[in-house]
T-cell receptor, first 115, second 114 residues
Framework: GDSVTQTEGQVTVSESKSLIINCTYS????????LFWYVRYPGEGLQLLLK?????QKGSSRGFEATYNKEATSFHLQKASVQESDSAVYYC????????????FGTGTTVSVSP | GPKVLQIPSHQIIDMGQMVTLNCDPV?????FYWYKQILGQQMEFLVN????????KSKLFKDQFSVERPDGSYFTLKIQPTALEDSAVYFC????????????FGEGTRLSVL
């Protein structure tokens, strides 16, 4: 079936350092999935960070970037220099491009940025 | 910005009782969703809803579950009767269009079935 894998459950990084959160996916029944990164900041609801709907394209938001790599079936999230305010739980997700379909989430990666 | 509201944030109910989870979606949104997250596990899709009908549902959407949006107001998830394994956080989401649009999520309602 279709699935999303985030290998790191928890990541600790120092402020101003770089961050990579790995995400790979399997889309056996979806030809051209849409890919998303959602984020949940402490005390807040889940919110969209960025999305990419076309293979080979890069999405960016709030200093984060992710490239839709169809060959590697990956959608890693990166930031060159993190801030303490980036501490949150990050979720990778995919869906079919057809309307209103289910999002399939990864298990989430908790990022703690230390000052 | 627009928000999806879920009140209350926590509901406690005895096993076997009925519970209705309420969601106030963004006013002009047309597609509605429920997701379930058991503690320590990933968020999983339950059901989506458009034009008064369920479009698709997962195997987690048991016969005891039902959804509706009467009179275009709250989008509700009803569980009757509840079971211990229904304890989880339930997230509502909505979107205006469906094609390529990421749904907007509420903060979730934690359901504790005792």
């Amino acid at each position: 079936g279709d699935s999303v894998t985030q290998t790191e459950g928890q990541v600790t990084v120092s402020e101003s350092k770089s961050l990579i959160i790995n995400c790979t996916y399997s889309a056996t029944s979806i030809g051209y999935p849409n890919l998303f990164w959602y984020v949940r900041y402490p005390g807040e609801g889940l919110q969209l960070l960025l999305k990419v709907i076309t293979a080979g394209q890069k999405g960016s938001s709030r200093g984060f970037e992710a490239t839709y790599n169809k060959e590697a079936t990956s959608f890693h999230l990166q930031k060159a220099s993190v801030q303490e305010s980036d501490s949150a739980v990050y979720y990778c997700a995919l869906s079919e491009s057809q309307g209103g379909r289910a999002l399939i989430f990864g298990t989430g990666t908790t990022v703690s940025v230390s000052p | 910005g627009p928000k999806v509201l879920q009140i209350p944030s926590h509901q406690i109910i005895d096993m076997g009782q009925m519970v209705t989870l309420n969601c106030d979606p963004v006013s002009n949104h047309l597609y509605f969703y429920w997701y379930k997250q058991i503690l320590g596990q990933q968020m999983e899709f339950l059901v989506n809803f458009y034009n008064g009908k369920v479009m698709e549902k997962s195997k987690l959407f048991k016969d005891q579950f039902s959804v509706e949006r009467p009179d275009g107001s709250y989008f509700t998830l009803k569980i009757q009767p509840t079971a211990l394994e229904d304890s989880a956080v339930y997230f509502c989401a909505s979107s205006f269009t469906a094609f390529n649009q990421a749904p907007l999520f509420g903060e979730g309602t934690r359901l504790s079935v005792l």
